[in-house]
């Protein structure tokens, strides 16, 4: 996915990927279906009762450690 970062120019992107299983690496088969150069990242949210939280301050965080 790096690659697709550098041929876009962009240092972060979103993209959507699709696979038969989880079980093989997303080298050895599946299919990029979209890629987005500026991802909407206010759409993601984490639930629940106990823990309210963004998922894209999590993602963030490791994006940026």
């Known amino acids: 996915f790096k690659k697709i970062n550098k041929i876009l120019?962009?240092?972060?992107s979103g993209i959507d990927y699709?696979?038969?299983?989880?079980?093989?690496?997303?080298?050895?088969?599946?299919?990029?279906?979209?890629v987005n150069h500026n991802p909407g990242e206010n759409?993601?949210?984490?639930?629940?009762?106990?823990?309210?939280?963004?998922?894209?301050?999590?993602i963030m965080d490791n994006i940026f450690k």
Request: proline share 0%.
């Open 9 to 12: 120019n962009v240092n972060i």
């Open 43 to 58: 759409i993601h949210y984490i639930l629940d009762d106990n823990y309210n939280y963004k998922l894209t301050n999590k």
């Open 18 to 34: 699709i696979s038969n299983s989880l079980d093989i690496s997303y080298k050895d088969y599946g299919y990029i279906i979209e």
